[in-house]
């Protein structure tokens, strides 16, 4: 009878009999009364009361009955710590038992017991085992060092345990070097800041040896270690690949991938030319291939981590090129996109056929297949004749029954029999990835859209609706080629339900206006159900109708208005409520402003010719992609994320990175590593046309900030109109300062200041409301001004000070992303005052996720000049290791306003006279219940100076000056009466363009 009838019994009052049993003499009833208790704890029955009657049973000879008894030990000891002192001297004396096997079973069950009243006793005999004569028992002893580090790290630091794993890696036993490897790696992960693994050549050679001759775990463990190891040059790295090799012909699927992650690693250090790099890729297909052949688990494992070396390989083949991209006069795009692909990742050329779904796969692990089929697709095997079948898939099965002779294009006759099966999931993929295919290769995309419109001839719903989706994207990728298929596309117009094909639908008719008859009518019948349909939908419909307006202006007026009603303001039925997308609505009114004051305009907008569609949209990030691929094997290989995203826990997560590549002939150089040398010239030209303010921020030379030459001053003829009738000459003659001098020297004006550029929509945007300026120690709170969302996890806050002449940006970097952000520089576009960084953006240590970092850039205003709208409008650049992110913010001109300002009285009066009447500006600054004294203050404290004071009629008029960092003199009249909040401010200055910001300023003073 088997152990099983211990699981079965249901008797009363079992814990008295089996404590009898646990205490008789006769050795086979003890034996079966512990079973019986294992049996109640398996089960979840509370045997805990037999706690000492158990530990009796210790004392044998028995080595069935020993394990059983320490199992009961490792299970109760922590709801028990005080009796568990009991088997201190049975573990002490069972680690010099003379069998092996007692001793290792010993130190293995002192590892397990969670108590820290007994770890210190275990201290003797874990150090006796470390050094056993016997290997299994030295093995068993390392993995305990691990554990017991878990329980009470400083007592394992302290008795010198870890220097004693360390010499276990110079075992003659590769069991042993195995399990040290394992200990002082999973300690190593608790404490990153440690060097427990200390590396060398010597060591690493060691490892190499013992991985010819260990366990298939043990290799795993040894494998993953030296995947961490950094040799010191491509000739180490070339060896250690040719001694990890043959681990990739093992049956251990694990041992296979651990063999791929450490030579995808060190490959990288190896150079193209070398003929031994090709060797290698080629040696690594046949494993990876074998692995599909496996359970679907092992496989779907397989295929994810084929998919990040496939991806790895298209990455190294296309490294990412900016292009320009004409995008109309009003806006500009700077795209990283990668150069067409010439050829496929050649790791694994020759194995298409291995990836062609067969009928009993699961549905994950088709999908899966389906997305490496799309990345292994080139011109060659989409389109090529072949005799060779795979008599498991779907499309040879029927088709080599009824014709062995006949077969047709590889790839794409297998989706296309992909795209008739009944897993509606699976369909709408392989529809995609026919798409895709069009997309990546030229040459095959007319074959594709010829299959994609026999699956619209089908007139099964899902598949003429996934096929209009991606037929637009053909559209975008090769305009005005296959146009000809519109009509196909509008005759399964009503049948279209789903959001997205709709909109992609409605897309095709809009971009595509002039060429459709009916399209006002195909796109007024979408309009009947506006406010039901999806934001998707009614966003496409929206812009679709103002294409067809501009191409189509005296057919369509009506139905434009309507649309842009219908986006902006109330709908029709109840409960009659506005627009609640803001997108929609925004859109709405900036098309609606665009038509109505600026229709040229509008056009070169909305029709602006659109930047082509990269075939490889889905690749994961560069820099995550190569952590991944650090990784292969693990969870984080499967789930396509970095292991602090899924792991939570007390342990740091140390983040690993591919050593950098060797150079060779085939690489193409960067702008990154182009000489220094390099004219400037060769750069490619991607500044837009004069008009669009953000051009110089795509010609990244992302540098240190070259100081340039002062700006020159350009004289300015001044009227002699005297505003004040008089006025201020009574308060200078007042004064006895004696007449003004015959000339007065005339302030300096900006260089290069051209004509406002205007957007037409000015007044929609008020960017030039809600400054925050500083006064004394008032600093503005940090304002978002990228957010994460829109820079790839990116966020950056900032504000602007001004600190005994120095103008600063202080800023604070938050990573909201899943790696690590390095390699940080800025760059502002020219601007209104010159402003440039004083000094590179100096971020010191790599930004970790969740990782908030503050710095202060320094700021001087000799850079490039370029008027702005508004005129402290500032659009800057920020490029780490991930992209390259834009934004613009408004600068408080306060900070501009330099120490020197202050005029002398004569001076102040004569500038005051030869400023144009017309360049006056009055305004009124509310609710300010502030004094003429602390009114004065505030402003000085700010570099706003008084240059007189004095009382007409009861009401306080302070005269003041402020220069800004360009020169321009700005004069000041505030008026105060006492009691009332309300001030007057008059400005005069021979840059008109500056009172209204000059205004905003000194309201921000005085209000903070």
């Known amino acids: 009878m088997t152990d099983s009838k211990y699981f079965t019994t249901t008797k009363k009052g079992e814990i008295f009999e089996l404590k009898a049993e646990l205490n008789s003499d006769k050795k086979e009833k003890k034996k079966e009364a512990v079973k019986k208790v294992i049996a109640s704890m398996t089960v979840g029955k509370d045997v805990s009361a037999l706690f000492p009657d158990v530990v009796n049973c210790m004392q044998t000879d028995n080595l069935e009955l020993k394990k059983l008894v320490y199992l009961y030990l490792m299970n109760y000891a922590k709801s028990q710590p005080d009796m568990a002192i009991m088997a201190v001297n049975t573990f002490v004396k069972d680690c010099e038992d003379p069998n092996p096997l007692i001793r290792a079973l010993a130190v293995r069950t002192m590892g397990c017991i969670r108590v820290d009243k007994i770890t210190e006793y275990l201290c003797e005999p874990l150090r006796k085992c470390l050094k056993d004569e016997d290997p299994y028992v030295r093995k068993t002893a390392a993995v305990c060092v691990a554990k017991l580090h878990d329980i009470n790290a400083q007592l394992v630091e302290d008795q010198g345990f870890l220097d004693t794993l360390k010499d276990l890696i110079s075992d003659s036993n590769p069991m042993v070097v195995a399990n040290a490897v394992a200990a002082l790696s999973e300690i190593a992960e608790s404490h990153p800041s440690s060097n427990l693994l200390d590396l060398n050549p010597?060591?690493?050679?060691?490892?190499?040896?013992?991985?010819?001759?260990?366990?298939?775990?043990?290799?795993?463990?040894?494998?993953?270690?030296?995947?961490?190891?950094?040799?010191?040059?491509?000739?180490?790295?070339?060896?250690i690949c040719e001694r990890v090799t043959p681990r990739l012909s093992h049956a251990n699927s694990a041992v296979v991938l651990s063999a791929v992650k450490v030579l995808m690693k060190f490959m990288e250090m190896l150079s193209k030319d070398l003929d031994y790099y090709g060797t290698l890729l080629k040696k690594l297909a046949p494993p990876l291939v074998t692995l599909l052949s496996a359970e679907p688990e092992l496989q779907y494992v397989a295929l994810r981590n084929i998919n990040l070396i496939v991806q790895k390989r298209y990455r190294d083949q296309h490294p990412a090129q900016e292009f320009p991209l004409p995008c109309g006069p009003y806006g500009f795009f700077s795209v990283l996109w990668a150069s067409r692909p010439t050829t496929r990742p050649e790791i694994l050329k020759h194995e298409m056929k291995v990836f062609f779904v067969?009928?009993?796969?699961?549905?994950?692990?088709?999908?899966?297949?389906?997305?490496?089929?799309?990345?292994?697709a080139s011109q060659a095997n989409i389109a090529q004749a072949s005799r060779e079948c795979n008599l498991m898939t779907f499309s040879w099965t029927i088709l080599y029954l009824s014709n062995p002779f006949l077969f047709g294009p590889q790839v794409l006759a297998e989706l296309k029999e992909y795209a008739t099966e009944v897993d509606v999931d699976f369909v709408r993929k392989a529809v995609r990835a026919i798409g895709r295919c069009a997309i990546k290769v030229e040459q095959s995309a007319e074959r594709c859209v010829s299959t994609l419109l026999d699956l619209i001839q089908t007139k099964v719903n899902y598949v003429v609706q996934e096929a209009i989706v991606v037929i637009k994207d053909i559209f975008r990728k090769y305009p005005n080629k296959y146009e000809s298929v519109i009509a196909t596309l509008c005759e399964n117009l009503d049948s279209l339900d789903e959001p997205e094909a709709r909109a992609a639908m409605i897309w095709i008719v809009g971009e595509y206006a002039e060429r459709i008859d009916n399209a006002d009518e195909l796109l007024e019948s979408f309009l009947e159900g506006f406010h039901d349909e999806s934001t998707q939908v009614q966003l496409q419909l929206l812009t679709a109708i103002v294409k067809l307006f501009l191409k189509k202006p005296t057919e369509t007026q009506e139905l434009v208005q309507q649309v842009l009603s219908l986006a902006t303001q109330a709908s029709p039925t109840p409960p009659h409520k506005d627009s609640d997308n803001p997108d929609l609505r925004d859109r709405g009114y900036i098309y609606w402003r665009l038509l109505s004051t600026d229709p040229v305009a509008a056009k070169e907008v909305v029709l602006a010719e659109k930047p082509l569609i990269s075939e490889e949209t889905d690749l994961i990030e560069p820099t995550l992609l190569d952590e991944l691929i650090c990784y292969i094997g693990t969870l984080a290989s499967v789930y396509h994320k970095p292991p602090n995203a899924f792991v939570e826990g007390g342990r740091g997560v140390v983040h690993k990175s591919l050593p950098p590549r060797t150079a060779s002939s085939e690489s193409t150089e960067s702008p990154e590593t182009a000489p220094a040398g390099a004219a400037s010239g060769d750069q490619p030209d991607v500044i837009p046309a004069q008009g669009d303010l953000l051009g110089d921020l795509l010609n990244l030379d992302l540098g240190p900030p070259v100081s340039g030459p002062p700006l020159a001053a350009s004289s300015v003829q001044m009227g002699a109109v005297d505003l004040l009738g008089g006025g201020l000459d009574s308060l200078i003659g007042d004064t006895n300062f004696g007449a003004p001098p015959a000339a007065v020297t005339t302030a300096a004006a900006p260089a290069r200041l051209g004509a406002p550029i205007s957007s037409g929509l000015s007044d929609l945007f008020d960017l030039t409301s809600g400054v925050g300026t500083l006064s004394g120690s008032y600093v503005a709170p940090k304002a978002v001004w990228l957010p994460a969302m829109k820079a790839k996890g990116l966020e950056i806050?900032?504000?602007?000070?001004?600190?005994?002449?120095?103008?600063?940006?202080?800023?604070?970097?938050?990573?909201?992303?899943?790696?690590?952000m390095t390699d940080f520089a800025i760059q502002f576009n020219r601007n209104s005052f010159g402003l440039a960084p004083a000094a590179p953006l100096q971020v010191h240590a790599p930004l970790s996720p969740n990782q908030t970092v503050e710095l202060s850039l320094p700021l001087n205003t000799v850079g490039s000049v370029m008027k702005m709208e508004p005129l402290n409008n500032l659009q800057v650049a920020v490029k780490n290791n991930i992209d390259v992110f834009y934004f613009s913010t408004l600068y408080p001109l306060h900070v501009l306003f330099v120490e020197d300002g202050k005029m002398d009285r004569q001076m102040f009066l004569a500038t005051w006279k030869d400023i144009p009447n017309e360049n006056e500006a009055q305004f009124q600054i509310?609710?300010?219940?502030?004094?003429?004294?602390?009114?004065?203050?505030?402003?000085?404290?700010?570099?706003?100076?008084?240059?007189?004071?004095?009382?007409?009629?009861?009401?306080?008029?302070?005269?003041?000056?402020?220069?800004?960092?360009?020169?321009?003199?700005?004069?000041?009249?505030?008026?105060?009466?006492?009691?009332?909040?309300?001030?007057?401010?008059?400005l005069k200055c021979r840059a008109p363009e500056v009172s209204q910001h000059v205004s905003q300023a000194y309201e921000t003073i005085l209000k903070n």
């Open 202 to 239: 010597q060591s690493i050679n060691k490892l190499l040896t013992a991985l010819n001759e260990c366990t298939e775990w043990g290799q795993i463990f040894i494998l993953d270690c030296l995947a961490n190891y950094m040799p010191k040059d491509d000739r180490e790295a070339q060896s």
């Open 358 to 376: 067969k009928y009993n796969d699961p549905i994950y692990v088709k999908l899966e297949k389906l997305d490496i089929m799309i990345r292994l």
């Open 797 to 820: 806050s900032g504000t602007f000070t001004r600190q005994v002449g120095s103008i600063s940006m202080d800023l604070q970097l938050t990573n909201k992303a899943l790696q690590v």
């Open 926 to 986: 509310r609710d300010c219940p502030l004094n003429t004294e602390a009114a004065s203050n505030k402003l000085q404290s700010s570099n706003i100076f008084t240059v007189a004071k004095r009382n007409v009629e009861g009401q306080d008029m302070l005269y003041q000056s402020l220069k800004l960092t360009n020169g321009i003199w700005v004069l000041a009249e505030l008026r105060i009466q006492p009691g009332n909040p309300n001030f007057t401010l008059s």
